[in-house]
Each structure stands twice: as C-alpha cells, then as structure tokens.
C-alpha cells in the first residue's frame, strides 16, 4: 500500500480523476450514441427523376424525413446516378442552413448535366421504358450543432416508368 | 498478484481513463458531447498531472516509465470503445465506426506516450526533492 503522505495523496487524486473521467466518458459516450441514433432515423426517399432532352439535365428529387428527436442540419448532398448500370452523371448541392426538425419532411431536388453519349443512351432507355435506376450517394449531416458534420451514405434504385 | 504489481495496474487503468477522457473532451468528435468543452492544452497538461502522479505514487523511474505505454494503449482502447459504441445498437455503421476510431487512436497513442512520459520525468524531479533522493 502507498505508505508516505505523498504516495497516498497522489494515488487519491488520480483515483478521484479517475472517477471523474469515468463519468465524463459516460456522458459523452451516451450523446454520441444518440447523435448515431438521430443519423439512423434519417430516412430518405427518391421521389422523382426527370430528364430533360433539350437541356440535357437530370433532376433528382429527393425528400429526407427525420424521425429522431433531435434537430438535424444536411450540409451537402453527393449524388450519383446509373441507369441499368451505366453510369450517368454525378452531381452535388451545398447548403448552408438545411435544417430537419423532428417528423418534418423536405424536399431537396439536384440537376446534373449529362453528357452527349450518356444522354442517347438515356433517351433511348426512356423510349423503349426499360431500365432501373440506381442513386446513390452521401449526405453530410449534424445533430443540433453538437456535432461536427458526417457523411452518411444511401442507395436506392427506382424503375424507369 | 503482488501489490507491486497491482498499484502499478491500478496507476495503468486509471491513467488510460483519464486521457481517454480527457481526449473525449478536448478532440472531435466527441468535444461537443461532453459535459465540459476543454481546450488542447489544458488537456495535454492534465494528462501531463497524470504522469506526474504515476511518478509519485510510483516512485521508481523504471516502473512510472513503463506506466507510458500502458497507459497510451488503455487510453485509446477506451477512446476507440466510446467511439465504436452506437455500433451496439446500429451494427451497420460497425464498419464506418472502427475505421473512424482506428484513425482517431493513432493520435491519442502518440501524444498519450509522450506527455506521460514528460510528466513521469517531471515527477521523478519533484520526488527527488520531496523525499531528498538522488537523481
């Protein structure tokens, strides 16, 4: 056992932080948890894709709903898009005030160009109505401004109709 | 175990809770989460207290210095499960979240060795002339 004064007082303070860190390490763990879990109830739908032939542009809309309690922030949105496949056009949107509140739903549409060879191909899909879409992309989110933003990634596939 | 050996866990266990914490409160991501937000520096000085104490309570330089590794290793292994902890609920963010503590441990393990061992050597200083010792 620690037998001088010093040895002793030394041990109690680093037990007493000790102890203290244990709590503190509790009470972050928990958060980030739950930070986690506002990420997990994210959820995220394509409602529509519509190209455009004579601009030669994909809209992409999409509709994020968040069923955690907290406040979500969307800092940017990465979208990739193929179709049967084929990859297509990739684009991305940054905003800077994007907030979720809790159960509210918004809406979010993305234009990306499509270059001339993919665009024939597009149009030739569209005319015969054959094909799935594939999206997929990242979402750069953050709890109520506790956090620091992180990306989130999604897949959904959507058949041409 | 002898207690020799048992202080010295004791001293190990206690340092690595520390830096973790310590870490939680001053580095992303966990900064924001905590119950206070402390700045860097007074992070690495408490950690340094931390070697500091090892080096009083355990008084020989040999066996305070070996607390060092001992400690950095705990301190990131209680980072990296703090960090990897949502994943026992949401097991499909496992993978994200290893890869995102994995790269956050090089840096606790790094600086965690460092200041422990400068504050073992600044401890061993003060026993010297607490307890009149030759260095």
């Known amino acids: 056992m620690a037998q001088s004064p010093v040895r002793r007082y030394s041990l109690m303070i680093l037990l007493s932080m000790a102890a203290l860190a244990l709590l503190s390490l509790g009470a972050s763990g928990s958060n980030w948890v739950s930070m986690w879990q506002g990420f997990d109830q994210l959820m995220m739908s394509v409602d529509d894709i519509e190209y455009d032939a004579d601009e030669r542009e994909i809209a992409v809309t999409t509709t994020f709903v968040n069923q955690s309690d907290e406040q979500l922030q969307i800092h940017v949105l990465t979208v990739g898009l193929r179709l049967s496949g084929r990859s297509i056009s990739a684009g991305t949107d940054r905003y800077s005030r994007q907030y979720l509140e809790p159960g509210e739903p918004i809406t979010l549409e993305i234009t990306q160009a499509v270059p001339g060879q993919e665009a024939a191909f597009v149009e030739e899909q569209l005319d015969a109505g054959e094909g799935v879409w594939n999206l997929q992309g990242r979402v750069r989110v953050s709890v109520d401004g506790l956090s620091e933003p992180l990306w989130m990634p999604f897949a959904r596939d959507m058949a041409i109709q | ?135």
């Open chain 2, 1 to 135: 175990m002898s207690w020799r050996i048992g202080e010295w866990a004791i001293v190990v266990i206690a340092g690595g809770l520390v830096a973790a914490a310590v870490f939680g409160l001053s580095a992303e991501p966990l900064a924001p989460l905590g119950l206070i937000d402390l700045s860097f520096w007074l992070a690495a000085l408490v950690i340094l207290v931390t070697g500091v104490l090892a080096s009083l309570i355990l008084v020989d330089l040999r066996r305070a210095f070996l607390t060092a590794p001992g400690i950095a290793v705990l301190a990131a292994l209680f980072y990296s499960a703090t960090l990897i902890s949502p994943a026992a609920t949401l097991g499909h963010y496992l993978n994200h979240l290893r890869n995102y503590a994995l790269i956050q441990s090089v840096p606790v393990v790094i600086l965690t060795l460092a200041l422990i061992a400068l504050g073992v050597l600044i401890g061993t200083v003060i026993n010297s002339s607490v307890r009149e010792y030759d260095l």
